[in-house]
T-cell receptor, first 115, second 113 residues
Framework: DADVTQTPRNRITKTGKRIMLECSQT?????MYWYRQDPGLGLQLIYY???????NKGEISDGYSVSRQAQAKFSLSLESAIPNQTALYFC??????????????FGPGTRLTVL | GENVEQHPSTLSVQEGDSAVIKCTYS??????FPWYKQELGKGPQLIID?????GEKKDQRIAVTLNKTAKHFSLHITETQPEDSAVYFC????????????FGKGTSLLVTP
């Protein structure tokens, strides 16, 4: 089984709809992240969480919100989706930095289309 | 905030040749520089990383070099193989932001047989 799972894998929705993307992990990591990927723009950080009580905005948090329901679950919501939020969304996890290891483990991604 | 520039955006090499991808960063506080490989339809995966107290790191056919003074770092792939074809991302981070990653825009590498 995959260590980091995302649901749904694909979603098509309409402008103005509320959408929730879910991420679960079995790696036991404290830190979780949401990134957005647009063609030619790399990955941009939306939100990150270092534990269930710690939520931080990334560089492009406007229009998004998150919920850390448990150590293993981190959800991303679009309260009122708009077409320019059409993108590929990735969840990632990492352990506490130790011995110079800061690796992030990415899920398979959710392709979201807003019409 | 941190700004990471990555070049080239596309790179085509013949099998067996070397490939070099270069990145620059703007924040002198950045001290961790990973490289991720993304294959089609998958999430990025770490292939090598380097910390600012080291100038070079090698892992088989892959090496990364770091020049802190010039604020640039590079990925070197030798003896390229078709399975090296993918999109490669550099990133920079530091402890001030909990090592959240700032990515470059990616390089699409194509290795032709």
């Amino acid at each position: 089984d995959a260590d980091v799972t995302q649901t749904p894998r694909n979603r098509i929705t309409k402008t103005g709809k509320r959408i929730m993307l879910e991420c679960s992990q079995t790696k036991g990591h404290d830190r979780m992240y949401w990134y957005r990927q647009d063609p030619g723009l790399g990955l941009q950080l939306i939100y990150y969480s270092f534990d269930v009580k710690d939520i931080n905005k990334g560089e492009i948090s406007d229009g998004y919100s998150v919920s850390r329901q448990a150590q293993a679950k981190f959800s991303l919501s679009l309260e009122s989706a708009i077409p320019n939020q059409t993108a590929l969304y990735f969840c990632a996890t990492s352990d506490l930095p130790r011995q110079g290891c800061y690796e992030q483990f990415f899920g398979p991604g959710t392709r979201l289309t807003v019409l | 905030g941190e700004n990471v520039e990555q070049h080239p955006s596309t790179l085509s090499v013949q099998e067996g040749d070397s490939a070099v991808i270069k990145c620059t960063y703007s924040d002198s506080a950045s001290n961790y520089f990973p490289w991720y490989k993304q294959e089609l339809g998958k999430g990025p995966q770490l292939i090598i990383d380097i910390r600012s107290n080291v100038g070079e790191k090698k892992d088989q056919r892959i090496a990364v070099t770091l020049n802190k003074t010039a604020k640039h770092f590079s990925l070197h792939i030798t003896e390229t193989q078709p399975e090296d074809s993918a999109v490669y991302f550099c990133a920079a981070s530091n402890g001030n932001s909990g090592y959240a990653l700032n990515f470059g825009k990616g390089t699409s590498l194509l290795v032709t047989p």
